[in-house]
């Protein structure tokens, strides 16, 4: 018996250790043969932007982040000179309808879009950054503990009116509770965005990012390396909210992809 009830905590912990799957739809992660480990790692592209390339067995992979705007259809990554086609399937995405109390956060005036528009060439800048350094691979802790949601994709309209898909999953969790690094990383910015909140957004590496927005504080500074499990701030319900929560992102190459995949522990 004994014997027995090991065997499953073996098998139980594999399974919650899972490496991500291939994923290949609007908002997933593709994961493409790139050549042989003996040699060295290629250079692989995708829209322009370059992709991150591990390491995996006796293989290279390329690892791309599939926009949420994506066709069914062929891919089409550029490996040097050469074109790699990937086959892309359809997924549908649920509607999500909100209130929002303050009005501005759904209609905002010229001066907030002003803010606006300064905030996202800081937000996209560390989101499309690329950091050529090895990556061991895109698994990760949950940054905290709660119900996870699968808002990611959802079509949202707050007070009725339709705005862009929602791009990270929500976790819900009480206002203060502690958000840990989900992997080792670098701090690429922070901030109190109009929209986002109080925001950390964490470089893995070769252009794989994390986000959190609506903290109530934050507990890193820009540039700061930070390994697994170290605080990075505390949930909270700044920003464009109808309640405390963590808004978790997940990114490769500038593209959000659904956490879900990546969350493998």
């Known amino acids: 018996m004994i014997r027995y009830l090991s065997t499953l905590a ?3 912990a594999g399974l919650a250790w899972a490496a991500p799957e291939d994923s290949p739809r609007p908002g997933g992660i593709t994961f493409v043969d790139v050549g042989a480990a003996d040699q060295p790692a290629p ?3 995708f829209g322009g932007k370059p992709v991150l390339v591990m390491q995996n067995g006796d293989r290279w992979q390329a690892v791309v982040g599939i926009p949420l705007d994506t066709e069914p259809g062929q891919l089409t990554i550029q490996l040097g000179e050469y074109p790699l086609s990937v086959p892309i399937g359809d997924h549908a995405y649920a509607e999500q309808r909100l209130t929002v109390k303050n ?5 905002p005036d010229q001066v907030q879009l002003d ?4 905030e996202r060439k800081i937000i996209d800048g560390a989101l499309n950054n690329f950091r050529d350094v090895p990556v061991d691979g895109i698994d990760l ?3 905290v503990d709660g119900r996870r949601s699968s808002s990611f994709g959802l079509r ?4 009725d009116q339709p705005r862009s ?3 990270g999953m929500d976790i819900a969790a009480s206002s203060g509770t502690l958000i840990k690094a989900p992997r080792d990383g670098i701090v690429s910015a922070t901030g109190n ?3 986002n909140g109080n925001t950390v957004i964490l470089d893995h590496g070769q252009g794989y990012v994390t986000m959190y927005c609506h903290l109530s504080e934050i507990a890193v500074e820009e540039g700061q390396v930070v390994s697994t499990g170290e605080t990075l701030g505390a949930v909270g319900a700044t920003g464009r909210v109808t309640g405390p929560h963590l808004h978790f992102g997940t990114y490769l190459n500038g593209t959000a992809v659904d956490p879900a995949i990546v969350l493998t522990r």
Not at 103 to 107: A, I, K, L
Not at 156 to 159: I, L, S
């Open 10 to 12: 073996f098998l139980v």
């Open 103 to 107: 009005q501005s956060y759904v209609t």
């Open 43 to 45: 250079a692989a592209t």
């Open 165 to 167: 898909p929602h791009k």
């Open 141 to 143: 802790a949950a940054p």
């Open 156 to 159: 949202r309209f707050f007070n």
């Open 193 to 195: 965005y109009f929209f």
């Open 115 to 118: 803010r606006i528009g300064r």
